[in-house]
C-alpha cells in the first residue's frame, strides 16, 4: 500500500519515537511511505544522535515566550503549508490511505481526504480540554474544529480507553475508535546489551540503582522522586537514582538534589542519545514513573519492560492497562508517595522479586506490544476502508 504520513511535530521526544518506529514498521511490512513533517524537521535526523541542544532550547526558548494566542494563531497557520504540501504529496504518490497524527487546530489533513476522497486515519494523543503540559486561550474554537475533524476521519486510533471515552463522551462513535497503546522495537532492546560501560560512566557499581527516563514534564514528579528517594538512602545507602533525560527543569532539580545531600546518591545525566537508552536502562535494577497523567500511554514504561526491569508506576488506566500488578510490576495510587516508596523498598529488599516481575514484563513486550504489531493493527483498519 501507498500511505502519507503526517505529523507536526518536532519529533525531538516521545512523539518523534512514535513517529519514528511507526513509519519504520510500515516500511518493515513492505509498504510505501510517504513522510511530511514540518519545515525543517527530518525525524530520522534524531534516531541515533543527540539533538543539538543549543538550536533545540533557542527553538523552545523562541515559542516558550510568545504570548499563546499568538502561539495558537501559528498553530492555525501551519494548516496552509500542511495543505500544499498534503496536495503535492497526493499528486505525487496517489496513496491509499492518510495517516496523520492530530495536533491542535489542525484540519489540513481531513480536508485533504475528503478533497481527494482518499481515506484518513487519524492518530489522536491528546484533545482540548484535558490537563496538558501548556494551556489553550482559543480552546472552544479549539474544541470546535477538532469535533468536525473527529467527525470526518474515517478511523480513530487513540493510545489510551480513557480517551477514547472521551471521544464516546463528544459524541465521536465508539466503533470507529481504536485503541492501541504505544510500544517498543525488542530488537532495539537486547538483553544481552554492554551494561558495563553505563555503569562505569555514571558510577553505578556496586550500586542498586533506580532509574527514571523522560522529559521531565510537570507530571513526572521529579521533586516529589528527590524527597522519596532520600527517605529511601536513610536505609538503604547503597542505593542511587539515575534521572536520565533534559529538560528546562534540570537546574532546579540538581538544586533540590543538592539542598537534600544527594549529590553523591543522585546522577543526573542529562541529554542522551537514543541508542544509549537500552543500556542505561540494561544497567539498571528498578526503573520507575513517579508520575504520569490519565490519557498518555508513557513510551518509557514499554523499555523498561522491553529490558526485563521490574516496573514500579502509578495506577493511571493507560499504566493499568499494560502493567498487571504484582505479575509483571507493582503500581501505586497516583501521587500517594508513601505506598510509593513502600514499593521501591520491597523491591530494594528482594533480588528474586525484581528477577521475576522483569521477566514477566519482557515475555509480555515481546507477545503483544512492539510497533510492528502496532503496524499490522493499522494496516487492518486502513484495509477496511
Not at 481527494?116 to 480540554?129: A, D, K
Not at 508520575?291 to 514500579?312: Q, R
Amino acid at each position: 500500500m501507498k500511505i502519507i504520513y503526517h505529523h507536526r511535530t518536532q519529533a525531538g521526544g516521545a512523539e518523534g519515537v512514535h513517529i519514528r518506529e511507526i513509519i519504520k514498521a510500515l516500511r518493515s511490512l513492505g509498504h510505501e511511505v510517504t513522510v511530511i513533517s514540518p519545515p525543517g524537521v527530518d525525524p530520522f535526523a534524531v534516531k541515533s544522535q543527540v539533538l543539538d541542544k543549543k538550536k533545540i532550547s533557542l527553538k523552545k526558548r523562541i515559542l516558550l515566550s510568545l504570548p499563546q494566542v499568538i502561539f495558537e494563531s501559528l498553530e492555525l497557520g501551519y494548516n496552509f503549508w500542511a495543505k500544499s504540501a498534503l496536495d503535492k504529496a497526493i499528486h505525487a504518490s496517489r496513496p491509499d490511505f492518510i495517516y496523520e497524527r492530530y495536533c491542535f487546530f489542525g484540519q489540513a489533513g481531513v480536508t485533504a481526504a475528503r478533497q481527494y476522497g482518499i481515506p484518513l486515519v487519524l492518530e489522536v494523543n491528546e484533545i482540548s480540554g484535558i490537563k496538558r503540559q501548556r494551556s489553550q486561550v482559543m480552546e472552544g474554537l479549539c474544541r470546535q474544529m477538532e469535533q468536525r475533524i473527529f467527525n470526518q476521519a474515517d478511523r480513530i486510533i487513540v493510545v489510551s480507553q480513557y480517551l477514547k471515552e472521551r471521544l464516546v463522551e463528544r459524541g465521536i462513535k465508539a466503533d470507529k475508535i481504536t485503541v492501541i497503546p504505544n510500544a517498543v522495537d525488542i530488537d532495539q532492546f537486547d538483553l544481552s546489551l554492554d551494561q558495563h560501560s553505563a555503569r562505569e560512566r555514571y558510577g553505578l557499581d556496586k550500586k542498586t540503582v533506580l532509574t527514571f527516563v523522560g522529559m521531565f514534564s510537570k507530571w513526572d514528579r521529579l521533586s516529589e522522586l528527590l524527597k522519596v528517594f532520600q527517605n529511601i538512602r536513610q536505609q538503604y545507602p547503597e542505593a542511587k537514582l539515575l534521572i536520565v533525560g533534559e529538560g528546562v527543569d534540570r537546574p532546579r532539580l540538581q538544586q533540590e538534589a543538592q539542598q537534600l545531600d544527594l549529590n553523591s546518591s543522585v546522577a543526573f545525566t542529562g541529554e542522551v542519545a537514543r541508542k544509549d537508552i537500552p543500556s542505561i536502562i540494561g544497567a539498571s535494577d528498578i526503573c520507575l514513573l513517579a508520575g504520569s497523567n490519565p490519557f498518555g500511554s508513557p513510551i518509557a514504561l514499554f523499555e523498561y519492560m522491553a529490558m526485563g526491569k521490574p516496573v514500579v508506576a502509578p495506577r493511571y488506566q493507560p499504566i493499568e492497562s499494560i502493567v498487571d500488578d504484582g505479575q509483571d510490576g507493582l503500581l501505586f495510587e497516583p501521587v500517594d508517595d508513601g505506598q510509593f516508596m513502600k514499593m521501591l523498598i520491597e523491591l530494594l529488599q528482594d533480588k528474586e522479586k525484581r528477577t521475576r516481575l522483569g521477566r514477566q514484563a519482557r515475555q509480555k513486550i515481546e507477545k503483544e506490544y512492539t510497533w510492528e504489531n502496532n503496524a499490522r493493527k493499522i494496516l487492518k483498519l486502513a484495509e477496511g476502508l
